[in-house]
């Protein structure tokens, strides 16, 4: 491991410290680390340095909203080939959780995903994607994926 030093002005410190204790980190090196992987992930996505990834989609809806059960239902059969499983939850009488689990190219599970969130009806919409890296299929099995290395 190398041993960086930064310095930072007082109210940065204490905003720091406060996140560490609110998340619960051991350390200020492991929360600053932890950072450092998320906004290194973030450009790897934006700048087109993974290819394939793993991704969660949540979204509450309103299932009484017209037709909006159905064009959900049927996008995610429309992209079967991203689409590795859904969760559905009854939160009361009128709204759902969803939670769809995608496979593929960051491009093409990037493009479903706020297909599914831009839905007329959908609301409280969240996307995550991991940038993985893939192995062939071998022996007629699925593809192996790896998580990119944290640097």
Request: charge should be neutral; aromatic fraction near 4%; charged fraction near 25%.
């Amino acid at each position: 491991m190398r041993r960086i030093t930064i310095s930072v002005e007082e109210s940065l410190a204490e905003q720091f410290d406060k996140l560490i204790e609110t998340r619960g980190y051991a350390n200020r090196s492991e929360a600053f680390r932890d950072l450092l992987r998320n906004h290194i992930e973030s450009e790897r996505k934006s700048h087109g340095g993974a290819l394939h990834c793993i991704a969660t989609v949540s979204y509450i809806y309103n299932h009484h909203e017209r037709e909006l059960s159905s064009r959900l239902a049927s996008a995610q059969h429309d992209h079967h080939d991203l689409c590795v499983t859904t969760t559905h939850v009854h939160l009361d009488h009128d709204n759902c959780l969803e939670t769809v689990v995608l496979r593929g190219r960051v491009n093409a599970v990037s493009a479903f995903a706020d297909s599914l969130v831009a839905q007329s009806g959908v609301r409280h919409g969240n996307i995550h994607i991991v940038p993985v890296q893939r192995e062939a299929a071998t022996g007629g099995r699925h593809p192996h994926v790896h998580l990119m290395p944290r640097t």
